[in-house]
């Protein structure tokens, strides 16, 4: 089988894998993301390709802060604060499931590199053509988007109910730390790489520029509570504030935090207090 060479090399993995396909096989659910397009991209995940990508929703996302790699601040000039800091609208962006390649594996998977098909709302993040499926120890999700520039390690975000259906304790992180979180198999009909940890889900966060952070009264990393002016309303403690000039103002939930709140693609938030409650 073209690009599966390497996966025989590892006894343990070939079980999980055989035990996934088997378990896909048997019942074929696949869990369903809320009906909303989701922060940048299809919301049906196990929806056909082209459908999905014809549907693209305005609210993007892919702009995930690496740590290490693009750093927060951006040594822009300091901007003044004003005395009486506002404190929204903010808008709010779903992310559902997704994957950030490294180089190595994106060649792996697809024989060469990610193909562009729209921007994201932070600039420089696109949505590439490219679909992968994922492969945890008790369930595989299909069709799920990757996206673009690769990084220097590839990554897997997901909700907690993803998680689950996956057979994977995946912890709550900020993008780019992934030390000691689980691995998970990645294939495409060309290829298939394990990533030995990687798999997160991604913790609520304010991406936002510096002349942002200054009218807001905030700085790189502080925590803030966020009301939604949703369907249900609802207050979001320990956001995480990420502050640099390569950014665009979003507040990121993922599918759950966004079915929970009753989410729909326009509706804004605001900061209803300041520092973290230590959840």
Not at 201 to 210: C, G, N
Request: aromatic share 4%; charged share 25%; proline share 5%.
């Amino acid at each position: 089988v073209i690009g599966f060479r390497w996966f025989y090399t590892e006894p343990h993995l070939t079980a999980l894998y055989q035990r996934a396909v088997t378990r896909h096989a048997d019942d074929t659910a696949v869990s369903s993301q809320p009906a909303e397009d989701l922060h940048g991209f299809p919301s049906c995940i196990g929806a056909d390709v082209t459908a999905q990508q014809g549907r693209g929703a305005e609210n993007a996302h892919g702009g995930e802060e690496q740590a290490g790699e693009d750093g927060a601040q951006n040594g822009s000039a300091p901007v003044e604060a004003p005395a009486r800091p506002e404190n929204g609208p903010i808008p709010i962006e779903l992310s559902a499931r997704h994957v950030h390649l490294s180089e190595k594996d994106c060649l792996a998977l697809f024989g060469g590199p990610l193909t562009f098909v729209r921007e994201l709302s932070q600039p420089g993040q696109f949505l590439a053509k490219e679909r992968v499926r994922l492969i945890g120890p008790k369930g595989v999700m299909d069709n799920v988007a990757v996206l673009g520039p690769t990084r220097s390690s590839s990554q897997v975000e997901l909700s907690k109910t993803d998680a689950r259906i996956l057979g994977i304790d995946a912890p709550v992180r900020q993008s780019g730390d992934v030390a000691g979180s689980p691995g998970l198999l990645l294939a495409s009909d060309k290829g298939i790489v394990g990533i030995k940890e990687g798999a997160i889900v991604a913790s609520r966060h304010i991406h936002m520029t510096t002349a942002d952070a200054a009218r807001l009264g905030l700085k790189d990393n502080d925590m803030v509570s966020v009301r939604l002016d949703s369907e249900r309303p609802m207050i979001f403690e320990d956001v995480l504030v990420r502050v640099s000039d390569k950014f665009a103002l979003a507040m990121h939930i993922d599918a759950d935090e966004g079915n929970a709140s009753g989410w729909k693609k326009g509706v804004d938030g605001v900061i209803v207090a300041r520092g973290s409650h230590g959840h």
